[in-house]
Nanobody, 115 residues
Framework: QVQLVESGGGLVQAGGSLRLSCAASGSISSFAFMGWYRQAPGKQRELVAR???????NYADSVKGRFTASRDNAKNTVYLQMNSLKPEDTAVYYC?????????WGQGTQVTVSS
């Protein structure tokens, strides 16, 4: 079983930046992929960025050029650097991990962007 703990959320003004962290209980270098998702009130959870095992990173069109996902295998942690934040980025952000045994989610961290 994999445990994921997100941190780094908060309240920021539009145009500001935040960096989210997701610490995993296992060795992320062995994970098939890890991802960041978000869910705004009244909306479905959506993919923000996905880091595939080989290092490829895919982004949602809405965050390309503003968000950067990365990982530190030594710390078993993935990050989401969010720049030029917009009010529409307001959501609960979740970390996801895919391993042989299944898919795991963190508890989420709230990001609120004020206009």
């Amino acid at each position: 079983q994999v445990q994921l703990v997100e941190s780094g959320g908060g309240l920021v003004q539009a145009g500001g930046s935040l960096r989210l962290s997701c610490a995993a209980s296992g060795s992320i270098s062995s994970f098939a992929f890890m991802g960041w998702y978000r869910q705004a009130p009244g909306k479905q959870r959506e993919l923000v960025a996905r880091i595939i095992g080989g290092g490829t990173i895919n982004y949602a069109d809405s965050v390309k050029g503003r968000f950067t996902a990365s990982r530190d295998n030594a710390k078993n942690t993935v990050y989401l650097q969010m720049n030029s934040l917009k009010p529409e980025d307001t959501a609960v952000y979740y970390c996801q991990a895919a391993v042989f045994a299944g898919i795991y989610w963190g508890q989420g961290t709230q990001v609120t962007v004020s206009s």
